[in-house]
């Protein structure tokens, strides 16, 4: 399944009806021509900081920039809406469930509230989160490995979802 993800996620876009596409498209607050295009800006700006993967302060600015893109931006202005235009059975749907919900969604209002730093190691992320609304602050833990495939797979389904609304 995993091989083929991103066409799956690709077809269940293509598959909506025009009506249900054009609904979509006018549910997103950004056109998705628009996201298409910040997202190739963001894949330059990584593209950029991985040649200067030497320097710390371009490292930082990297890694701050592709938090916020993959954890808050896209999930809250494109993926929320694109599930609820989708089936609740799809693939697409199971994705967007997974980044949205447990440790994920725990490390994006950390992000979005600024409660993460690096580990001591800079192996990772540890960042404060609210299990429970109004509860304590709990810390948190998150490996470079694991932090990279939940990028990837937010990125991957964004790109999906946006070549399935622009071509």
């Keep these: 399944m995993w091989s083929r993800l991103a066409s799956t996620v690709y077809d269940e ?4 009806d025009e009506a249900a596409t054009n609904r979509l498209r006018t549910s997103l607050l950004i056109p998705p021509e628009r996201f298409t295009e910040e997202m190739s800006a963001f894949q330059a700006w990584m593209d950029l900081a991985h040649s200067e993967g030497d320097n710390p302060v371009i490292v930082r600015a990297q890694v701050m920039t ?10 809250d202005s ?3 809406p694109v599930a ?3 089936p609740v059975a799809g693939t697409y749907s199971a994705v967007e469930r997974f980044i949205s919900g447990g440790q994920r969604r ?6 979005a509230h600024g409660r993460w730093c ?3 190691g800079f192996d990772g992320l540890e960042y404060w989160a609210e299990p429970t609304r109004g509860g304590t602050h709990q810390r948190f833990e998150v ?5 990279g495939s939940w990028q990837m797979l ?10 399935a609304l622009t071509e």
Excluded: C, D, K
């Excluded at 876009?13 to 909506?16: Q, S």
């Excluded at 937010?154 to 070549?163: C, D, E, Q, Y």
């Design 13 to 16: 876009v293509r598959a909506l």
């Design 118 to 120: 690096y580990l001591p």
């Design 154 to 163: 937010s990125r991957g389904t964004a790109i999906a979802v946006l070549l």
């Design 143 to 147: 490996s470079a490995e694991v932090l």
């Design 106 to 111: 725990l490390l994006r209002n950390a992000v």
């Design 84 to 86: 609820a235009a989708l």
């Design 66 to 75: 592709e938090l916020y893109v993959t954890m808050v931006w896209l999930r």
């Design 78 to 80: 494109l993926m929320r």
